[in-house]
């Protein structure tokens, strides 16, 4: 037996219980609590000097170790529209996937996963990079970061 819930939401979040006849033995029942949680994005701001390097954390409260079990991808994003910079799979070579001008040669995956840029460009200012972990098809776990770039 097994209940199938489509478009979750928070709003299903509850004690859901099961219930039964049996013969002879009468009635089953078996309750669970389903915890709905709301997708998780923690925002950051990093300020930077011109012509500097920017290191930018994938997610700030987990480990490398933990990161590199699973599936992440870096973008970079501006006027609501994002593009995709690198792909890493656990095991396997990071894959740099930027094609614009603007970011190649100048983005790398370093070894906890976060981004590097070098030299930072005043074309950096206000752009959003964000590190998406994929824990499950349906489970992923966001993080970005405002880039403020300063002259000297």
Known sequence: WALHL????????GQYECSFATYPYGAKAAKIQLIVKAEEEQHYVK???LNQTLEIPCLEDMT????SSYPLKWLVGENGRKEELVTKEPSCPAV??????????????????????????????GRVFSCH????????????????????
């Open 6 to 13: 489509k478009n979750v939401t928070v709003s299903l979040s």
């Open 47 to 49: 300020e930077v000097q």
């Open 64 to 67: 490398s170790e933990n990161l």
């Open 96 to 125: 740099y996937r930027n094609g614009s001008t603007l970011y190649r040669q100048r983005v790398y995956l370093v070894l906890n996963n976060a981004l590097k840029i070098f030299p930072t460009r005043i074309t950096d200012d």
């Open 133 to 152: 972990v994929v824990y499950h098809p349906e489970r992923v776990q966001k993080s970005s970061t405002t880039v403020r770039v300063f002259g000297k």
